[in-house]
């Protein structure tokens, strides 16, 4: 297997979702394939926080998340859990600042897909070189979600990274939704990332669907 190409992987994060356990209130499989349905492209596994699962429980909750995206041919992400992605032969991992350096996380990994969190462009560059194939730029604007999470920084940080040269493809996250989707896309992102858009959702279904069409109609107006 070779390295994911940039193209084919920009087009895998037009519509990132990210879920555990205790970011839904409904049943996390019924939700997850609503969000299928609705139009998502990648989908990451991130157990933690609160209640969260951990062990065999979390094993099998991965699993079953994880042969609902292969159903539908989403690729499965792992957030911070490396040795669990490798468990699962899961198609990536996603890992931030405080977690493994991505240097070594990209040896254990060979060529699944490696996603490092970046909050400037010094945190950007060090990724790339060691071996990142995206970055998860954020929080764009105020969450709730991610208890430790650093101070919203707005749409400009992607801005600065494009300006300086960067093409990998990014994904913005943090309090995005499908009513502040076309800022992000047009300051650079290839693509948004979001939790409670569409885990909390009364229809996960519908906010997909919107998500996706924001986007969509960003791209088209940039070009
Ligand atoms: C796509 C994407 N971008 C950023 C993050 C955040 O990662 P990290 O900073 O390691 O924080 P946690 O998610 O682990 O709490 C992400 N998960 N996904
Ligand atoms: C995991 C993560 N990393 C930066 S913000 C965030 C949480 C995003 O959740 P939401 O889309 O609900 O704001
Ligand atoms: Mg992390």
């Known amino acids: 297997m070779a390295r994911i190409s940039t193209k084919q992987l920009q087009e895998k994060l037009r519509v990132y979702f990210i879920m555990g356990s205790n970011n839904c209130q409904k049943d996390p499989f019924a939700v997850l394939t609503e969000a299928i ?3 998502i492209t990648l ?3 991130r157990e933690k926080g609160q209640g969260a699962l951990s062990g065999k429980e979390k094993y099998d909750f991965a699993k079953e998340l994880q042969a609902i995206c292969r159903k539908h041919r989403i690729p499965f992400i792992v957030n911070d859990d490396v040795e669990l992605a490798l468990e699962l032969d899961a198609d990536g991992v996603h890992i931030g600042q ?3 350096r991505a ?3 990209r040896k254990k990994i060979g060529d699944k897909i490696l996603g490092v969190s970046a909050h400037n462009l010094e945190e950007a560059r060090r990724a790339i070189k060691q071996g990142a194939d995206y970055l998860g730029v954020g929080p764009i604007f105020p969450t709730s979600t991610k208890e430790d999470a650093k101070e919203a920084q707005g749409v400009a940080v992607l801005r600065t990274l494009r300006e300086h040269g960067l093409s990998i493809p990014i994904v913005g996250i943090g309090g995005i939704t499908p009513h502040n989707t076309k800022e992000v ?3 650079g992102a290839d693509g948004v990332s979001v939790i409670s858009a569409i885990s909390l959702a009364a229809s996960p279904r519908e906010n997909a ?3 996706a069409k924001a986007v969509r109609e960003a791209l088209n107006k940039d070009v």
């Open 98 to 100: 405080e977690d493994e």
């Open 103 to 105: 240097d070594l996380v």
């Open 209 to 211: 669907r919107m998500l």
């Open 37 to 39: 349905e609705g139009g």
């Open 43 to 45: 989908f990451q596994f």
């Open 185 to 187: 896309i047009v300051a």
